[in-house]
């Protein structure tokens, strides 16, 4: 019985060709197959292997399988591309086959780990501090207020902002002080 011939389409009767010189050792029309076909057979192993670290080194595996068995393709029985990405797809379930198998832990069993994330309460109150000291902020002078946010929100140096705003730091220094006994008082005015 006669199988039907795959119809060759230019770009696998190109990757036909690098394969058969491949078989015959020319490393340069191997170098040239790789970089036809490396991106969809890393898409092809990524897809089932998931993690890229895994899924190079299975590339790598699988094409030095292609080297090794570049002289038992014909092009009559499948195309180029068909052929080696078989080659990968069976070295990435191979692959995945051969990981050792994850714990099985049953559903109840989360009821006892332990949640290490702030209590819910927590972001109530830090909503309302947040509130507070932006409102704390507000009543400063407009400079003060912007002094105190580089130099403590957004990490500028006494030397940057004086700079930056053309005034000496001793100036710049008075400010911030100014301006944090301000926000003290109405932050401890406000818990009243």
């Not at 040239?32 to 899924?55: H, M, N, P, W």
């Not at 909503?127 to 105190?148: M, Q, Y």
């Not at 930056?164 to 932050?187: C, D, F, H, N, Y």
Request: charged letters at 25%; one cysteine or more.
């Amino acid at each position: 019985m006669n199988r039907p011939v795959q119809p060759v389409t230019p770009g696998a009767a190109e990757l036909s060709s690098l394969l058969l010189k491949a078989a015959d050792g020319d490393t340069a029309a191997f170098h040239a197959f790789y970089d036809r076909t490396s991106a969809k057979l890393f898409g092809v192993i990524l897809r089932i292997l998931v993690e890229r670290q895994e899924s190079e080194d299975v590339l790598q595996d699988v094409y030095l399988s292609i080297w090794r068995k570049a002289a038992t393709f014909d092009p009559s029985k499948a195309s180029p591309i068909t052929w080696a990405a078989t080659i990968a797809r069976n070295r990435a379930i191979d692959r995945l086959r051969a990981r050792p198998p994850r714990a099985q832990v049953p559903v109840e069993a989360a009821f006892e780990l332990a949640d290490d994330g702030p209590a819910q309460d927590a972001g109530l109150i830090h909503g309302d501090d947040v509130r507070r000291l932006t409102a704390a902020l507000a009543s400063l002078e407009p400079r003060h207020a912007a002094a105190i946010r580089a130099c403590y929100f957004d990490g500028v140096t006494y030397d940057e902002l004086a700079e930056r705003e053309q005034v000496p730091v001793g100036t710049l220094k008075s400010w911030v002080r100014r301006g944090l006994i301000r926000m003290r008082g109405a932050l401890e005015g406000s818990e009243a």
